[in-house]
T-cell receptor
Framework: AQTVTQSQPEMSVQEAETVTLSCTYD???????LFWYKQPPSRQMILVIR??????QNATENRFSVNFQKAAKSFSLKISDSQLGDTAMYFC?????????????FGKGTKLSVKP | EAQVTQNPRYLITVTGKKLTVTCSQN?????MSWYRQDPGLGLRQIYY???????DKGDVPEGYKVSRKEKRNFPLILESPSPNQTSLYFC??????????????FGPGTRLTVT
């Protein structure tokens, strides 16, 4: 069974600085997807970024980028130029695209606080 | 506006009183799913549906029912709610093809309290 581990329950960063959130996962699959979701105090789950396992190039979305290390089963999220609006819970998630398609396996989350 | 809607957003009920949480999406997505979020446990899948009339159990299906009679709707039914079903519930949908395939879009959540 797949598992997703986020080892940092809480983190803080100063506004405008860079922060990296860690995520590791365990799977025997070779084809899968990885996601980072953001949950601000409003509780809405917002997709931040996704990575396909077959792509070697790391995904980027504006200030958000990932460091995907397939052999190490590591998928960290880097937030550059942190803004107060980035304060949220961040969840790493794994998905196997075949079979039980769309069954996202979530980590327990990292609470990020951006300080002015 | 493309969205997933859930109703009600907040619900307080008593043990054993049947309830339904509705979920609707306007993006023509084939796939829909229900999750519950509990402190320290993250989000866990309850049920999912690949398409109309096709549903299957997720990781924590006990005490829940679903139906998918129309593509846009995927209600979650608690026939006899119990206090351990007090949780924050999310509905999600995703397309199965295209550039955004497998990306799940979440509703705003339903906070359920069972006393």
């Amino acid at each position: 069974a797949q598992t997703v581990t986020q080892s940092q329950p809480e983190m803080s960063v100063q506004e405008a600085e860079t922060v990296t959130l860690s995520c590791t996962y365990d799977t025997s699959e070779s084809n899968y997807y990885l996601f980072w979701y953001k949950q601000p105090p409003s509780r809405q789950m917002i997709l931040v970024i996704r990575q396909e396992a077959y792509k070697q190039q790391n995904a980027t979305e504006n200030r958000f980028s990932v460091n995907f290390q397939k052999a190490a089963k590591s998928f960290s999220l880097k937030i550059s130029d942190s803004q107060l609006g980035d304060t949220a819970m961040y969840f790493c998630a794994f998905m196997k695209p075949r079979g039980s398609q769309g069954n996202l396996i979530f980590g327990k989350g990292t609470k990020l606080s951006v300080k002015p | 506006e493309a969205q997933v809607t859930q109703n009600p957003r907040y619900l307080i009920t008593v043990t054993g009183k049947k309830l339904t949480v509705t979920c609707s999406q306007n993006m023509n997505h084939e796939y829909m799913s229900w999750y519950r979020q509990d402190p320290g446990l993250g989000l866990r899948q309850i049920y999912y549906s690949m398409n109309v009339e096709v549903t299957d159990k997720g990781d924590v299906p006990e005490g829940y029912k679903v139906s998918r009679k129309e593509k846009r709707n995927f209600p979650l039914i608690l026939e006899s709610p119990s206090p351990n079903q007090t949780s924050l519930y999310f509905c999600a949908s995703s397309p199965r093809t295209g550039a955004r395939s497998y990306e799940q879009y979440f509703g705003p959540g339903t906070r359920l309290t069972v006393t």
